[in-house]
Nanobody, 120 residues
C-alpha cells in the first residue's frame, strides 16, 4: 500500500493550500475512513480532519470553517482544502487511511508527510 501526499509549501497568512493524498495497493479492497493529521515542531501529532466512507466529516475545532476535507469519486484520493491559513497551522501534515482486504483485515496506513509553512 502506498499513500502519496502532495500540496504542501510556503504560504503567507490568509492564503490557501490544497493537500492531496492518493492511496494505491492490493491491500486496499475497501477504504473506510481517511484522515489528515499534523505535527508541529515540539508538539504531538493531532487529528485535523476525517472523512468516512459515507462522506461524514469531522474537524478539530481550530480549523472549523477554514478547512474542508473531501474524497474523489473513486474514494482513493483524499483532499484537504486549507483556507485562511494562520502561522499556527504550520506543521507537517500526514494522511492516514484505514483500508481493508481479506488478507490483512482492517489496517491503518500512513503517508510520508508534507510540510506546510505559513508565514506571518
Amino acid at each position: 500500500v502506498q499513500l502519496q501526499a502532495s500540496g504542501g509549501g510556503l504560504v503567507q497568512a490568509g492564503g490557501s493550500l490544497r493537500l492531496s493524498c492518493a492511496a494505491s495497493g492490493n491491500n486496499l479492497r475497501i477504504i473506510n475512513r481517511m484522515r489528515w493529521f499534523r505535527q508541529a515542531p515540539g508538539k504531538e501529532r493531532e487529528l485535523v480532519a476525517g472523512i468516512s466512507s459515507g462522506e461524514r466529516t469531522n474537524y478539530v475545532e481550530s480549523v472549523k470553517g477554514r478547512f474542508v476535507i473531501s474524497r474523489d469519486k473513486s474514494g482513493y484520493t483524499v483532499y484537504l482544502q486549507m483556507n485562511s491559513l494562520k502561522p499556527e497551522d504550520t506543521a507537517v501534515y500526514f494522511c492516514n487511511v484505514n483500508g481493508w482486504a481479506p488478507s490483512t483485515g482492517s489496517v491503518d496506513y500512513w503517508g510520508q508527510g508534507t510540510l506546510v509553512t505559513v508565514s506571518s
